[in-house]
């Protein structure tokens, strides 16, 4: 029970104990966390316009009612591994584009609610998750090797084991 | 990704027309387009608090400490490149900034580690590293916790736990997997 009592001060705990690693070692606290600050304006930044570009394409795409359809037909297949149908629209953004799979994120949680199964699951999913094929891509092309042989699918089995871990990980402890 | 928004616009204009969702979809763009800036900024506030927090890490010398803790992992993973120092030493970097969430630096550590592992001949690893990048390895989300709490979660971290879990399995698959194929693959 002192788990679940102590658990909601693990982050503010880890920000003190950031502090205090970073202060013994003789740095500046302050001003490393406004250095950090800035760089997680810089990052928002960077991902602001491709979310400005990407989000009314995600809504429009949303009140076509094509990813109900896409979910209607995806959901037999779904059901036997255990995701929930919200999450497909997700599913096959996330290897392809990070603000895509954000922008498709924020609005299954949105609309299924932050608390909610699917909104746990799809939150899950984008935090244990990279942009596969983005990153073969920038790789391989920056090493200058031309091909990319077992890489595309060993990945591809660490993203359909991160899916279903999170389904059966989400339902477990919340479902 | 031109071509593909082009055809998501186009999928999505022909499947409003066909399920008779016009209405929804005329008001859905710029519906979209008012929501982006807002949650940008509802965003920025957790990731900004997090930044501050690795960079404190940083400071006091994290990336050091976890560099060294990889080490014997790195050199059973990655024989040819921990041969190399520089290479090592690149390797260890871009493990350790994916692991504290530091994408900017993840990424030039990581294709300098790349390029070395290319002169020195290690084909099976440098695929091996790119399948190691592919997998998230932050230790701490917070990206999906930020999303979260801009959303309006009770407790925005509390996925913490199944994100380890999720991650360790993916990291865990994607090892098996290039294990079992660089052994199959000619």
Do not use: H
């Not at chain 1, 994120?105 to 909610?116: Q, V």
């Not at chain 2, 580690?113 to 701490?140: M, P, W, Y």
């Amino acid at each position: 029970m002192a788990l679940r009592t102590f658990a909601p001060l693990a982050v503010p705990g880890l920000v003190l104990l950031g502090m205090l690693a970073a202060y013994r070692s003789g740095a500046d606290v302050f001003e490393a966390l406004t250095a950090g600050a800035r760089k997680g304006l810089e990052t928002t930044l960077a991902v602001a316009p491709a979310l400005l570009a990407l989000f009314p394409a995600v809504w429009l795409l949303r009140a076509s009612g094509l990813p109900e359809l896409l979910g209607q037909l995806l959901d037999p297949l779904l059901k036997r591994l255990g995701i929930p149908g919200e999450t497909a629209l997700l599913l096959l953004l996330r290897p392809l584009s990070g603000s895509g799979a954000l922008s498709a994120a924020a609005d299954i949680i949105a609309r299924a609610g932050p608390d909610s199964l699917a909104g746990r699951t799809a939150a899950v999913m984008l935090g244990s998750s990279e942009t596969t094929f983005y990153v073969i891509a920038v790789y391989f092309s920056a090493a200058g090797v031309r091909e990319s042989r077992w890489a595309v699918p060993a990945a591809l089995c660490a993203d359909l084991a991160c899916w279903l871990s999170a389904a059966w990980i989400c339902k477990a402890l919340w479902g | 990704m031109g071509p593909a928004l082009i055809l998501l616009y186009a999928l999505s204009l022909l499947a409003a027309a066909a399920l008779g969702r016009e209405a929804e979809a005329g008001r859905a763009l710029l519906e979209g387009a008012q929501a982006a800036l807002p949650f940008a900024m509802q965003l920025a506030g957790g990731l900004c608090l997090w930044s501050g927090v690795t960079e404190l890490l940083e400071r006091a010398g994290a990336s050091a400490l976890l560099s060294r803790l990889l080490s014997p992992a790195l050199r059973r993973l990655f024989p040819r490149g921990a041969d190399d120092p520089e290479t090592l030493s690149a390797l260890s970097e871009n493990v350790s900034a994916n692991l504290l969430g530091l994408g900017n630096a993840a990424t030039p550590a990581g294709i300098r580690a790349a390029k070395g592992l290319k002169r020195l001949g290690g084909r099976d690893e440098l695929c091996l590293l790119v399948v190691l990048n592919t997998a998230s390895i932050q230790l701490f989300p917070a990206g999906a916790g930020s999303l979260r709490a801009a959303l309006g979660a009770a407790s925005p971290f509390d996925i913490v736990p199944a994100v380890w879990f999720s991650s360790a399995c993916s990291l865990l698959a994607g090892l098996g997997a290039a294990a079992l194929l660089r052994r199959l693959w000619r």
